[in-house]
């Protein structure tokens, strides 16, 4: 595993590198967790994971207040992808996940601020994602940070095919405060069918069963055509 963590002070590019085999891949995350909700725009400004491979992880790439997740390939991880938690400015662009066994993006907002949110979640692919996901919680621990999320089970459901799975901001699964509604826009990614996101056939879904506590996601308009990948032929 590929763990990185950094202060408030720190710039970094995580560029070029790939994980195979492990818990998580690439699990790049604040390591200052007590002064770090002073400084979050600063931190989601400074780091960058930017044209990595993860591949038959848990977890492909774990991102927590980054700017930048860009040009990074997921294929073929037992639990998820990718897992994100975004914060202002963050950009999630060009990247693929393609034949994980669950989802091939989570995405949660920060607990305390769930208007945080993605400055641009765009011409992604993903592909033959959540067809065999391994259990029905999300484990515990695996996020690192916040600390909060240590100490959740998050409870994801049956397989969906579910390209994206929001769950919403972290504290009302919890249920510690009113549902709010959390809207992601993923638009103008690919779903895996030309016809688009859809709950069964060759596509990853999007929203339904795949948005939960409080989140949606729009995916429409979407692209028909892949961007930057595509599988090898059988």
Request: proline fraction near 7%.
């Amino acid at each position: 595993m590929a763990r990185v963590n950094w202060d408030t002070r720190s710039r970094m590019l995580i560029k070029d590198n790939r994980a195979i085999g492990t818990g998580v891949g690439f699990d790049a995350a604040p390591g200052n967790q007590e002064s770090c909700s002073c400084s979050l725009g600063r931190t989601a400004e400074l780091v960058q994971l930017v044209h990595n491979v993860a591949t038959h992880n848990g977890v492909g790439l774990k991102a927590v207040f980054l700017s930048s997740i860009q040009g990074n390939v997921a294929s073929g991880n037992s639990q998820a992808g990718f897992v994100l938690v975004p914060m202002f400015g963050t950009t999630f662009k060009g990247n693929a996940a393609t034949g994980n066994k669950g989802p091939g993006a989570i995405v949660l907002f920060e607990e305390n601020n769930p208007t945080y949110s993605f400055a641009t979640f765009t011409q992604n692919d993903f592909y033959g994602n959540d067809r065999d996901r391994p259990g029905t919680v999300f484990s515990p621990g695996i996020l690192g940070f916040p600390a909060l999320l240590d100490q959740l089970e998050l409870p994801i459901g049956p397989a969906a095919h579910c390209g994206v799975l929001n769950l919403g901001a972290v504290a009302e699964i919890e249920g510690t405060l009113p549902l709010p509604t959390v809207q992601l826009s993923a638009v103008g990614n690919y779903w895996g069918s030309e016809g688009g996101p859809a709950p069964t056939g060759p596509g990853d879904a999007v929203g339904g069963t795949c948005d939960q506590n409080g989140g949606v996601t729009v995916a429409r308009p979407f692209s028909s055509a892949w961007f930057s990948f595509a599988p090898l032929p059988d």
